[in-house]
């Protein structure tokens, strides 16, 4: 029996993909600006990445290919589930790993490490969409901010930072100007991740589920994360304090990679890893060539 035969293709009706396509088109014209639509129930929780999936099923068609990572990982339970949903109600679609060969992705917490081409879009799952919701409660008062692009006590939470901490301490959800006026909450992705928004050839989508609102970063966009001039943007930085070098992935060896860090179960040492398994497989791949050649 074919269950997905109880679906219309890619689960939502007409009608709400076609709604979800319209917010897209205008996320697109208007960059970084927040557009509200009516996030359906998915058969899983708000929270789950509903908001990703509803970009993934109002976009995919047959013939096309889809990526789903979370964390930067293919096989975690959370994609794993999101894939085969995914697969379930949308016969005549393929699903892969390699980053090269997804003309989707969807994504929590990572942008790859590879660079996304013009032919690809990326969505990503998004729990809060709004930057401005850690200085004002109010969302009518933020929609003004937003409006005015008055930025101003969010540049005081920053300098607040550099007060205490002498650095900006934010490590995700770094808040990020899109072409010049709205400054969007890029979602959980490491400040390693948002120099790649910056002129990506790719479109990249966010979808918030439970808030309902989907926002976009268009082709070939500037995309500037909120810094001062005497104190800059800093992306992680992972060098090892005790030797001076830069850390490299203890399974493929990169030196140039956003790492995880990991306690060995048997030394009880700390271990880095790629944390995008399809680029740590890549460079695995290429070492091998390279001990064989
Ligand atoms: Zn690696």
């Known amino acids: ?7 219309n293709f890619a689960f939502l009706d007409e009608y709400a993909k076609k709604e979800v ?23 899983m929780g708000r929270g789950f990445g509903t908001g990703g999936l509803q970009l993934t099923l109002s976009l995919i068609g047959v013939g096309d290919t889809l990526k789903v990572i979370d ?47 013009e032919k690809q879009i990326i969505a990503l799952q998004v729990p809060y969409p709004d930057a401005l919701v850690v200085v004002e409660s109010s969302e009518e008062k933020r929609k003004i901010m937003h409006g005015e692009a008055d930025y101003s006590r969010l540049l005081v939470k920053l300098y607040e930072d550099i007060v205490k901490f002498d650095e900006i301490t934010v490590s995700h959800r770094y808040p990020t100007r899109i072409n010049g006026h709205y400054v969007i909450d890029p979602s959980p992705i490491p400040r390693w991740d948002v120099p790649k928004m ?18 976009a970063v268009p082709p070939y966009t500037v995309a500037e994360p909120l810094a001062f001039e005497d104190v800059v943007f800093r992306v ?38 790629c944390s995008d398994t399809d680029y740590c497989d890549s460079q695995l791949a290429l070492r091998g060539e390279d001990a064989h050649g």
């Open 1 to 7: 029996m074919n269950t997905s035969m109880n679906y």
């Open 21 to 43: 396509r319209r917010s897209i088109l205008k996320a697109i014209a208007i960059p970084g600006y927040q557009v509200p639509y009516a996030s359906r129930e998915m058969p």
């Open 71 to 117: 964390q930067g990982a293919d096989d975690s339970v959370n994609a794993v589930n999101m894939r085969h949903f995914v697969e379930k109600v949308c016969p005549g679609i393929d699903t892969t790993t390699h980053t090269a060969d997804a003309d989707l992705i969807q994504s929590r917490h990572r942008i790859p490490e590879l660079a996304l081409t």
């Open 198 to 215: 910056h002129m990506s050839a790719a479109l990249i989508l966010l979808g918030a589920g439970r808030e309902k609102k989907i926002y």
């Open 236 to 273: 992680e930085d992972f060098t090892d304090r005790a030797t001076g070098e830069r850390r490299t992935c203890a399974r493929c060896g990169s030196d140039c990679s956003f790492l995880d860090e990991f306690i060995d179960s048997h030394s009880g040492e700390k271990i880095y890893q």
